[in-house]
């Protein structure tokens, strides 16, 4: 069983920085593919940023250059970050840490590749 915990949301006025956590246990947890998504209220979740894998990573255009998506390997758990910079009222939402086996196919920012979920952060940017 995969069990993702995030943190770190928060409030914080246009311009500003967080910082996301998401520690992520389980069988084997070392050998999935890592992402962070986003929903607004009446919107759509969407991803934001992913692990590809090999130390590779890929972004949603509307936080390329400004948002980095970051992990850390332990023996039995895995941390995933997503540093937030130069935030901006319309990046208000739910963020949710997601985790898929290695061994699934699919675009690595759809939704429909992720089996485990978090129970999501709010960020809240104000103008």
């Known amino acids: 069983q995969v069990q993702l915990v995030e943190s770190g949301g928060g409030s914080v006025q246009s311009g500003g920085s967080l910082r996301l956590s998401c520690v992520a246990s389980?069988?084997?947890?070392?050998?999935?593919?890592m992402a962070w998504f986003r929903q607004a209220p009446g919107k759509e979740r969407e991803g934001v940023a992913a692990?590809?894998?090999?130390?590779?990573?890929?972004?949603a255009d509307f936080v390329r250059g400004r948002f980095t998506i970051s992990q850390d390997n332990a023996r039995n758990a895995v941390a995933v970050y997503l540093q937030m910079n130069s935030l901006k009222p319309e990046d208000t939402a739910m963020y949710y840490c997601?985790?898929?086996?290695?061994?699934?196919?699919?675009?690595?920012?759809?939704?429909?590749?992720?089996?485990?979920w978090g129970q999501g952060t709010q960020v809240t940017v104000s103008s």
């Open positions: 389980g069988y084997t947890i070392t050998n999935y593919k």
């Open positions: 997601a985790a898929a086996a290695a061994w699934t196919t699919g675009y690595c920012l759809s939704s429909d590749r992720y089996r485990y």
């Open positions: 692990i590809v894998g090999g130390g590779s990573t890929d972004y």
